[in-house]
């Protein structure tokens, strides 16, 4: 019917069109619609009062399609969205309402500002898919277990050099420690282990994968074999002295906590850091000081116990001797060794010692010491001379001799020339018959 007016209610209202006008008719008492309709009394007389004066509309809430008292005002919206496409454009929904509380003052709930993103198009919804592995739960107490891992990224996106991030993170509290370093290796290992443990402590196992620079990929020796041993890599070396056990990951699953850390550190960290303008390592290390007691703050958890297994640093215990790279190398008769092809002569031996070889210390702030038995032996620096030129020279002539061709009146031509011409004789008498 033309003109016919249209009402549209919900659910909950729908049952209050069955109850409500058999309360106004005075077939049910107010009480008994009070509790089928889960309500008050007195809301009941009001809902009464308001459909005796407006008819069945009067059921209908009187908020509908009015805004909310708690709504955010639409020119603080439009500011917050602005701000995100100009500064936070790739910044996550949970990321960027800290960054606008932080930087620009403006507080706004996560999901408030994500349906707002999805609105403009500026976030798409997206689960990961995750395949099944089994879950290995958390080590009990503080320092039992530390998780090793390097990642390769370009942290600082093209305004300088890629670096690698050398992190620590324990298993049963999830605190980080972290460094930026040119390439992952030896040097760098032993380099940021030696700053975890001067400010945690020496924890009792190490967790990590089989890089060549935690595990050796050397075949063993004779004496590893007969000492029922793997070959070991410098790290695992010096970890052995320090009294550090060390667990290798067959998967990176396996150590998928540092992993998760990496994801983070990605997202998170990256985006500190290009706010901030950051372009060289050495700025990079000095702002992960500020950094990383704000991560720590935010996603470590209690362990079960709180036993410390970290282990003081004492002076007993020289650091510096211990990560180190450490080879052996044979003494030549002449009291010299070759180290990184370089040739270094051996001044001084104390008496009483006839040593045939000495153990190389290259430690990692630059210095090298050269050790017998625990005695320190001082040596320098040697220049091998080259042969001169002329005398290579000479030597070449003598061995690049010329092809010797024999002339056309030697012997073994002639000789050549009369078997040549008695085979031609032999092949016509053969072929006459």
Same mark, same amino acid.
């Given at each position: 019917?033309?003109?016919?007016e249209?009402?549209?209610?919900?659910?909950?209202?729908?049952?209050? %069109?069955?109850?409500?006008? /058999?309360?106004?008719r005075k077939?049910?008492k107010?009480?008994?619609?009070a509790?089928s309709?889960?309500?008050?009394v007195r809301?009941?007389?009001r809902?009464?009062?308001?459909v005796?004066?407006? @008819?069945?509309?009067?059921i209908?809430h /009187?908020?509908?399609d009015?805004?909310?008292?708690?709504s955010?005002?639409?020119?603080?919206?439009?500011?917050?969205?602005?701000?995100?496409k100009?500064?936070?454009?790739d910044f @996550?929904?949970?990321?960027?309402?800290e960054?606008?509380?932080?930087r +620009?003052k403006?507080?706004?709930?996560?999901?408030t500002?994500?349906? *707002?993103l999805?609105?403009k198009?500026?976030?798409?919804r997206h689960?990961k898919?995750?395949?099944h592995?089994?879950?290995?739960?958390?080590k009990e107490?503080?320092g039992?277990?530390?998780?090793?891992?390097?990642?390769?990224h370009?942290w600082?996106?093209?305004?300088g050099?890629w670096l690698?991030?050398?992190?620590y993170?324990?298993?049963?509290t999830?605190?980080?420690?972290?460094? %930026?370093?040119?390439?992952?290796?030896?040097?760098?290992?032993?380099?940021? %282990?030696k700053r975890y443990?001067?400010?945690y @402590?020496?924890?009792?196992?190490?967790?990590?994968? /089989?890089?060549?620079?935690?595990k050796?990929?050397k075949?063993?020796?004779?004496? +590893?074999?007969l000492?029922?041993?793997?070959?070991?890599?410098?790290?695992?070396r010096a970890?052995?002295?320090?009294?550090?056990?060390?667990i290798h990951a067959?998967?990176? !699953?396996?150590?998928?906590r540092?992993?998760?850390?990496?994801?983070?550190?990605q997202?998170?960290?990256?985006k500190?850091?290009?706010l901030?303008?950051?372009?060289?390592?050495?700025?990079?290390?000095k702002?992960?000081?500020?950094?990383?007691?704000v991560?720590?703050?935010?996603?470590?958890v209690?362990?079960?116990?709180?036993f410390?297994?970290?282990?003081?640093v004492?002076?007993s215990?020289d650091?510096?001797?211990?990560?180190?790279i450490r080879e052996?190398?044979?003494i030549r008769?002449?009291?010299?060794i070759r180290?990184?092809?370089r040739f270094?002569?051996?001044?001084?031996?104390?008496?009483g010692?006839?040593p045939?070889?000495? *153990?190389?210390? !290259?430690q990692?702030?630059?210095?090298?010491?050269?050790?017998y038995?625990? %005695?320190?032996?001082s040596?320098?620096?040697?220049?091998?001379?080259l042969?001169?030129?002329s005398?290579?020279? /000479?030597?070449?002539?003598?061995?690049l001799?010329k092809k010797y061709i024999?002339p056309?009146?030697?012997p073994w031509?002639?000789?050549?020339?009369v078997?040549?011409a008695?085979?031609?004789?032999?092949?016509?008498?053969?072929?006459?018959?």
């Amino acid at each position: 019917m033309q003109g016919e007016e249209r009402v549209t209610v919900s659910r909950k209202e729908l049952k209050r %069109f069955d109850i409500i006008p /058999k309360t106004v008719r005075k077939e049910m008492k107010q009480r008994e619609a009070a509790e089928s309709l889960h309500l008050s009394v007195r809301q009941i007389k009001r809902i009464v009062k308001r459909v005796r004066n407006e @008819g069945v509309t009067g059921i209908i809430h /009187k908020l509908r399609d009015c805004p909310s008292n708690r709504s955010i005002p639409d020119n603080i919206k439009d500011r917050v969205i602005s701000l995100y496409k100009k500064k936070y454009n790739d910044f @996550g929904p949970t990321f960027a309402t800290e960054k606008l509380l932080e930087r +620009d003052k403006i507080q706004v709930s996560r999901e408030t500002l994500r349906n *707002w993103l999805i609105g403009k198009g500026l976030w798409d919804r997206h689960r990961k898919s995750r395949g099944h592995h089994q879950n290995r739960p958390r080590k009990e107490c503080y320092g039992q277990m530390v998780i090793l891992d390097g990642s390769h990224h370009d942290w600082l996106e093209g305004r300088g050099p890629w670096l690698v991030i050398m992190a620590y993170i324990d298993d049963a509290t999830s605190r980080l420690y972290a460094r %930026f370093y040119d390439y992952e290796g030896t040097v760098p290992a032993m380099d940021s %282990f030696k700053r975890y443990i001067k400010t945690y @402590g020496i924890p009792q196992s190490i967790y990590t994968d /089989k890089h060549t620079t935690y595990k050796s990929p050397k075949k063993p020796t004779i004496e +590893d074999e007969l000492a029922n041993r793997a070959p070991q890599s410098q790290f695992e070396r010096a970890l052995e002295e320090l009294g550090v056990t060390f667990i290798h990951a067959n998967s990176p !699953e396996a150590k998928g906590r540092v992993e998760r850390v990496f994801q983070t550190l990605q997202d998170r960290l990256v985006k500190e850091m290009r706010l901030r303008s950051i372009k060289t390592k050495e700025e990079a290390n000095k702002y992960l000081d500020h950094y990383l007691p704000v991560h720590n703050n935010k996603f470590t958890v209690e362990p079960k116990k709180t036993f410390d297994f970290h282990r003081r640093v004492t002076d007993s215990i020289d650091i510096n001797n211990i990560l180190c790279i450490r080879e052996k190398r044979i003494i030549r008769k002449d009291w010299t060794i070759r180290y990184n092809n370089r040739f270094y002569q051996i001044m001084k031996v104390p008496s009483g010692l006839r040593p045939k070889y000495v *153990w190389v210390e !290259e430690q990692i702030n630059g210095g090298m010491f050269m050790m017998y038995k625990g %005695f320190h032996l001082s040596f320098k620096e040697i220049e091998v001379r080259l042969p001169k030129k002329s005398a290579v020279n /000479k030597e070449k002539k003598v061995l690049l001799k010329k092809k010797y061709i024999p002339p056309k009146d030697h012997p073994w031509r002639k000789l050549n020339r009369v078997v040549i011409a008695e085979n031609i004789r032999y092949n016509q008498r053969t072929n006459r018959k």
